[in-house]
């Protein structure tokens, strides 16, 4: 049995939905839209209010770069 | 010896203890998820639209799917399924070309829901539960192994009741689906009369 961890379903952990017999847990575009969130919050600062700020957060590229091996 | 990537990802299959399947849409995101720990990789259909500036749902060639999902199986080294929508067509013949063709795509399975995009609703029953048992069957004449996933999507599309997504989701038991699958059940009572249908799917 696949469960998709998204939306209310987000607030449930591993453990929990192992204990309700659970084989995986998919994220559906869950996880993309978190990534959308990011763009659309960012954005939303520097295009209405010229704030920048929101790019502070960024993940360093040498960090990214190491998962790309 | 040949790899079974599919036998692989089925073996990560264990009901009371999930893995994490680590949906991405792109071949860096894959391997962001591998490197953070994801046993086995997924494509995501509304994902995946969206990195084209297309809208979630049957705005995606089956070529499409296809090539997307092979830059993400030559990005990692774990299993990777495809989350094909509703397996490119209507046909259940379709669905199993669909089978075919991902398999020889080295993807190690996909899912298959009940949406019908072009009437706006979900399969009929029997029609659904065909559509399973022909893709089932291609599954089951691959050299290797391959997961099927059956999908009751109605629930979350407001197209039918949990009792519908029960009697849907024990057909597709019986006409051989690996794995079943109704995404966003309204209550935890809800998804647990689901898993109850097939304890090890």
């Known amino acids: 049995m696949n469960v998709l961890a998204a939306g209310p379903w987000s607030a449930y952990s591993r453990d929990a939905l192992a204990k309700a017999g659970a084989a995986r847990i998919s994220l559906g575009s869950a996880l993309a839209r978190v990534t959308h969130r990011a763009i659309h919050d960012a954005a939303t600062e520097m295009f209405e209010n010229g704030d920048f700020s929101g790019l502070g957060n960024a993940l360093p590229g040498a960090d990214v770069d190491k998962m790309m091996d | ?201």
């Open chain 2, 1 to 201: 010896m040949t790899r079974d990537i599919g036998a692989e990802f089925r073996a990560i299959h264990r009901p009371g203890d999930p893995f994490i399947l680590g949906n991405a849409w792109d071949a860096g995101t894959a391997k962001m998820l591998v490197a953070l720990g994801a046993p086995a990789i997924a494509t995501s259909s509304a994902a995946h639209a969206f990195t084209l500036g297309r809208k979630d749902g049957g705005t995606v060639s089956r070529d499409e799917a296809l090539t997307h999902a092979c830059d993400l199986v030559a990005a990692v080294n774990v299993p990777v399924s495809g989350d094909f929508e509703n397996g490119y067509g209507d046909d259940p013949d379709t669905c199993a070309e669909t089978v075919r063709l991902s398999f020889e795509a080295g993807l190690a399975g996909i899912s298959i829901e009940d949406t019908n995009f072009e009437a706006g609703n979900s399969y009929d029953r029997e029609l659904a539960i065909e559509r399973i048992r022909t893709a089932a069957s291609a599954a089951r004449a691959c050299p290797r192994d391959f997961v099927l996933v059956a999908r009751a999507d109605g629930i979350m599309e407001g197209n039918y009741d949990i009792d519908e997504a029960i009697a849907r989701l024990e057909g597709y038991a019986e006409a051989g689906a690996d794995c079943l699958y109704a995404p966003m059940p309204k209550t935890m009572g809800d998804l647990q009369r689901i898993v109850a249908i097939g304890k090890s799917r």
